[in-house]
């Protein structure tokens, strides 16, 4: 039975201290004694003369006692030294033989200590990092193995529909052909009738002929004389018919399966998948006991969150610098970014002052967002690149998209990827890029192999790593799970859906502005229709930016005002 990790030591209920008579929780650790300790016998063990200077330590940083080995030379003793000239572990009176004489010796308790801890770390990184890494690639193997029955299942659908196609092509040229022997067997017959009439009035021109040869040679010979000379006409030409001849079709397996489409897999190398490098979660294991406590802090307020029966107006601000309020990005610091259609981005402070202004090819898209460092990074779909704002207002290419156009982008609250919605002729896509420019994935059609975007001007991700794109095009919220597979798509409550400003919160809501109603909708997270969370009769009129902080606190802005209007909707 393998010993239970320092996490699983921490939730026994059994960890007492281990003095006698006290039944305290053990939270401290003495590695001399080794024993764990309460906070008041911590405290006396440090005042008393024996023992005042153990090493006392909190009980997950505790050291692991030695194993107890008795020395074959010397039974009664313990091996707790080892030798690191012979290499051997020994006891203490082992040390002081002829044999050890003048060699060096280290602490066995604390080389065991420290192999224990290397050890641990290599089971804590196979629990952490190669396990729940392996298991996760293995789940996209499910899921790809998933999506090639789909598309191979499509794919035979489609070559049962071209034979089909082309079945029905060869009826019809059959049917046309056999047609068209009728016609050809009728008119050769229609010739040849008339050949056979112009013989029948040939043969009756012979008789007649025959009478009047018969009617001369019955007179005298003296009259015979005198007459007219009879002639016959020649015999009429005809001509035979030609025959109509069946010359079948050339063609070979080869050209029907030219014909309907040929199945293959591209001749292209292998794409790898993509492993978290282990320098990345080592880094994610270290984090402080602040950053987990916080986390268990946030943890603990989304248990509590719920919506409130009402939206309650919480301030207005007056955004300067701009001609509407089309776009919301909140930094760390709290100051406001707002983009306006014109493509003015501005920075105020929490009074409404204007900060900076830059002027960006940005019109009716979300081309901006703040970042987890404290950056804001914007795209300009005209030069095809993403810039970064760093805190000290320095301004620099981030990405090149190449022959892409970026037109939305989303800085990840889960693990700083950029999420970025991009445009090319006729073709679109969702690009993640890594917090260090470094693209990993592309998204651009769904299972069937048909395209999931027609324009993505608004983009965001949801607390479970979905992908959330409002597209005012497509007229549709399409949304796709981290590894790009189409989830669902949210197409409105029947009337003419607009899409525009979408967002998401600490409960995993999806809110999107319809720019044809002018109203907000509220989705869970599976897309399922919860309300309408802002409407004309909560004193907005043309929603289209939206945004939620940290604080839960509602961000809208307008396409007709530059007022910035804040809300409470969880409680």
């Given at each position: 039975?393998?010993?239970?990790?320092?996490?699983?030591?921490?939730?026994?209920?059994?960890?007492?201290?281990?003095?006698?008579?006290?039944?305290?929780?053990?939270?401290?650790?003495?590695?001399?004694?080794h024993?764990?300790?309460?906070?008041?016998?911590?405290?006396?063990?440090?005042?008393?003369?024996?023992?005042?200077?153990?090493?006392?330590?909190?009980?997950?940083?505790?050291?692991?006692?030695l194993?107890?080995?008795?020395?074959?030379?010397?039974?009664?003793?313990?091996?707790?030294?080892?030798?690191?000239?012979?290499?051997?572990?020994?006891?203490?009176?082992?040390?002081?033989?002829?044999?050890?004489?003048?060699?060096?010796?280290d602490?066995?308790e604390?080389?065991?200590?420290?192999?224990?801890?290397?050890?641990?770390?290599?089971?804590?990184?196979?629990?952490?990092y190669?396990?729940?890494?392996?298991q996760?690639?293995?789940s996209?193997?499910?899921?790809?193995?998933?999506?090639?029955?789909?598309?191979?299942?499509?794919?035979?659908?489609?070559?049962?529909?071209e034979?089909?196609?082309?079945?029905?092509?060869?009826?019809?040229?059959?049917s046309?052909?056999?047609?068209n022997?009728?016609?050809?067997?009728?008119?050769?017959l229609?010739?040849?009738?008339?050949?056979?009439t112009?013989?029948?009035?040939?043969?009756?021109?012979?008789?007649?002929?025959?009478?009047?040869f018969?009617?001369y040679?019955?007179?005298?010979?003296?009259?015979?004389?005198?007459?007219?000379?009879?002639?016959?006409?020649?015999i009429?030409?005809?001509?035979?018919?030609?025959?109509?001849?069946?010359?079948?079709?050339?063609?070979?397996?080869?050209?029907?399966?030219?014909?309907?489409?040929?199945?293959?897999?591209?001749?292209?190398?292998p794409?790898?998948?993509?492993?978290?490098?282990m320098?990345?979660e080592?880094?994610?294991?270290?984090?402080?006991?602040?950053?987990l406590?916080?986390?268990?802090?946030?943890?603990?307020v989304?248990?509590?969150?719920?919506?409130?029966?009402s939206?309650?107006?919480?301030?207005?601000?007056?955004?300067?610098?701009?001609?509407?309020?089309?776009?919301?990005?909140?930094?760390?610091?709290?100051?406001?970014w707002v983009?306006?259609?014109?493509?003015?981005?501005?920075?105020?402070?929490?009074?409404?002052?204007?900060?900076q202004?830059?002027?960006?090819?940005?019109?009716?898209?979300g081309?901006?967002?703040?970042?987890?460092?404290?950056?804001?990074?914007?795209?300009?779909?005209?030069?095809?690149?993403?810039?970064?704002?760093?805190?000290?207002?320095r301004?620099?290419?981030?990405?090149?998209?190449?022959d892409?156009?970026?037109?939305?982008?989303?800085?990840?609250?889960?693990?700083?990827?950029?999420?970025?919605?991009?445009?090319?002729?006729?073709?679109?896509?969702?690009?993640?890029?890594?917090?260090?420019?470094?693209?990993?994935?592309?998204?651009?059609?769904?299972?069937?192999?048909q395209?999931?975007?027609?324009?993505?001007?608004?983009?965001?991700?949801?607390?479970?790593?979905?992908?959330?794109?409002?597209?005012?095009?497509?007229?549709?919220?399409?949304?796709?799970?981290?590894?790009?597979?189409?989830?669902?798509s949210?197409?409105?409550?029947g009337?003419?859906?607009?899409?525009?400003g979408?967002?998401?919160?600490?409960?995993?809501?999806?809110?999107?502005c319809?720019?044809?109603?002018?109203?907000?909708?509220?989705?869970?997270?599976?897309?399922?229709?919860?309300?309408?969370?802002?409407?004309?009769?909560?004193?907005?009129?043309?929603?289209?930016g939206?945004?939620?902080?940290?604080?839960?606190?509602?961000?809208?802005?307008?396409?007709v005002?530059?007022t910035?209007?804040?809300?409470?909707y969880?409680?």
């Amino acid at each position: 039975m393998s010993e239970p990790s320092d996490e699983q030591d921490d939730m026994q209920h059994y960890l007492v201290c281990g003095t006698e008579d006290c039944q305290k929780k053990g939270q401290f650790y003495c590695n001399a004694c080794h024993q764990p300790l309460c906070e008041q016998c911590r405290d006396e063990h440090v005042k008393n003369p024996d023992t005042k200077f153990h090493e006392i330590v909190l009980y997950r940083h505790r050291k692991k006692q030695l194993p107890v080995e008795k020395c074959k030379l010397h039974p009664t003793r313990n091996v707790d030294i080892f030798c690191k000239e012979c290499k051997i572990p020994l006891c203490s009176k082992c040390s002081t033989t002829e044999e050890h004489q003048g060699h060096k010796f280290d602490d066995l308790e604390e080389i065991y200590a420290e192999k224990y801890a290397l050890e641990q770390g290599e089971l804590s990184k196979i629990q952490k990092y190669f396990l729940p890494t392996t298991q996760s690639l293995k789940s996209y193997i499910k899921e790809e193995a998933t999506q090639i029955r789909k598309i191979m299942e499509s794919i035979r659908t489609s070559m049962k529909a071209e034979a089909k196609s082309l079945k029905n092509l060869v009826d019809e040229v059959t049917s046309e052909n056999i047609e068209n022997t009728h016609t050809m067997e009728k008119s050769l017959l229609e010739m040849l009738k008339s050949q056979e009439t112009t013989y029948d009035d040939y043969i009756a021109y012979l008789g007649k002929m025959s009478d009047e040869f018969q009617q001369y040679l019955s007179l005298t010979n003296q009259k015979l004389l005198f007459s007219e000379t009879l002639t016959i006409k020649t015999i009429p030409e005809t001509t035979k018919p030609v025959l109509p001849v069946f010359t079948g079709g050339k063609f070979s397996k080869d050209d029907i399966s030219k014909l309907l489409g040929r199945v293959n897999v591209p001749n292209t190398e292998p794409e790898k998948r993509k492993i978290q490098p282990m320098e990345a979660e080592s880094t994610h294991m270290k984090s402080s006991e602040k950053q987990l406590e916080q986390s268990k802090e946030k943890s603990d307020v989304k248990k509590t969150l719920s919506l409130s029966s009402s939206v309650t107006k919480v301030r207005e601000y007056s955004v300067p610098g701009i001609k509407s309020a089309l776009h919301v990005s909140v930094d760390q610091s709290g100051r406001l970014w707002v983009g306006d259609n014109k493509g003015n981005l501005v920075q105020t402070d929490l009074q409404g002052n204007l900060l900076q202004k830059i002027q960006t090819s940005g019109r009716y898209e979300g081309y901006h967002t703040a970042t987890q460092d404290g950056d804001l990074i914007y795209s300009d779909k005209d030069k095809r690149v993403i810039f970064r704002i760093t805190p000290d207002r320095r301004i620099t290419e981030f990405i090149k998209t190449g022959d892409w156009s970026p037109v939305s982008v989303h800085s990840s609250r889960i693990n700083g990827d950029i999420l970025v919605g991009m445009i090319k002729d006729r073709e679109d896509k969702v690009t993640r890029y890594s917090k260090a420019g470094k693209e990993i994935q592309n998204i651009q059609r769904d299972n069937q192999g048909q395209e999931l975007y027609e324009y993505p001007h608004y983009i965001t991700e949801n607390i479970n790593g979905d992908i959330c794109t409002s597209d005012c095009n497509k007229r549709a919220v399409v949304v796709v799970n981290k590894s790009g597979h189409h989830r669902f798509s949210y197409t409105g409550q029947g009337s003419l859906f607009l899409p525009y400003g979408i967002c998401t919160d600490v409960l995993g809501h999806i809110l999107v502005c319809d720019c044809y109603s002018n109203i907000v909708h509220l989705l869970d997270q599976d897309g399922g229709f919860l309300s309408v969370i802002l409407s004309p009769q909560q004193g907005i009129k043309y929603p289209r930016g939206v945004y939620v902080d940290e604080e839960n606190n509602l961000y809208v802005g307008q396409a007709v005002n530059t007022t910035l209007t804040v809300y409470k909707y969880l409680q």
